[in-house]
């Protein structure tokens, strides 16, 4: 049940901020939250990740299609998997979605999260890319605990041997 909550609340929150940009901001406009560090800056991104450009967008918008049916097709048939890998892959998911419906709707998607400290500055985002960022951090946390306790039963089945 957390797994369909991560998902639609990712995805209902990516695309909701982004609307509210859409219909409140001008393009390019920036706004001050916490002083320099925290802006609410609207940019328009035809690229991938961070502003990354790419020579066709219709060739990635194919392949993030394919990677989400993916993900949904190993959440299906690995249902077993711990709550950690799927909930990671729940938040992915629904970031992947939220930019998926951008690119498809607009050829483009909307980035407005801009956090950085003088001329250093992380490039501007979104709620997706934040649920695709959280989710990995969540599946590499996952894999590292549960290799950290593979080792642990391996290391107290091999003291019982002695």
Same mark, same amino acid.
């Given at each position: 049940m957390l797994v369909?909550?991560l998902?639609?609340?990712?995805l209902?929150?990516?695309?909701i901020?982004?609307?509210?940009?859409?219909e409140t901001m001008?393009?390019?406009q920036?706004?001050?939250?916490?002083? =320099?560090?925290?802006? +609410?800056?609207?940019?328009?991104?035809?690229?991938?990740?961070?502003?990354?450009?790419i /020579?066709n967008?219709?060739?990635?918008?194919? +392949?993030? %299609? %394919? *990677?989400?049916?993916?993900?949904? @097709?190993?959440?299906a048939?690995h &249902?077993?998997?711990?709550?950690?890998?799927?909930n990671?892959?729940a +938040? !992915?998911l629904?970031?992947?979605? /939220?930019? %998926? !419906?951008?690119?498809?709707?607009h /050829?483009? @998607?909307? =980035?407005? %999260?801009?956090?950085?400290?003088r001329?250093?500055? &992380?490039? @501007?985002f979104?709620v997706a890319d934040s *649920?695709?960022?959280?989710?990995? !951090?969540v599946?590499? !946390?996952t @894999?590292?605990k549960?290799?950290?306790?593979?080792?642990?039963?391996?290391?107290?089945?091999?003291?019982e041997t002695?």
């Amino acid at each position: 049940m957390l797994v369909f909550i991560l998902f639609f609340c990712s995805l209902a929150a990516d695309q909701i901020t982004k609307y509210a940009v859409r219909e409140t901001m001008v393009l390019g406009q920036s706004i001050p939250v916490l002083g =320099d560090f925290f802006r +609410l800056t609207y940019v328009e991104n035809p690229g991938i990740a961070f502003g990354i450009q790419i /020579g066709n967008g219709a060739v990635f918008t194919v +392949l993030s %299609l %394919l *990677a989400s049916i993916g993900i949904i @097709v190993y959440l299906a048939t690995h &249902w077993h998997e711990s709550n950690g890998m799927k909930n990671g892959l729940a +938040l !992915i998911l629904g970031g992947a979605f /939220g930019n %998926l !419906i951008d690119r498809i709707l607009h /050829g483009r @998607v909307v =980035d407005f %999260l801009e956090v950085g400290i003088r001329q250093y500055r &992380w490039p @501007v985002f979104n709620v997706a890319d934040s *649920a695709v960022v959280i989710g990995m !951090i969540v599946l590499f !946390i996952t @894999v590292f605990k549960a290799e950290k306790e593979a080792k642990e039963r391996e290391g107290e089945h091999l003291s019982e041997t002695e």
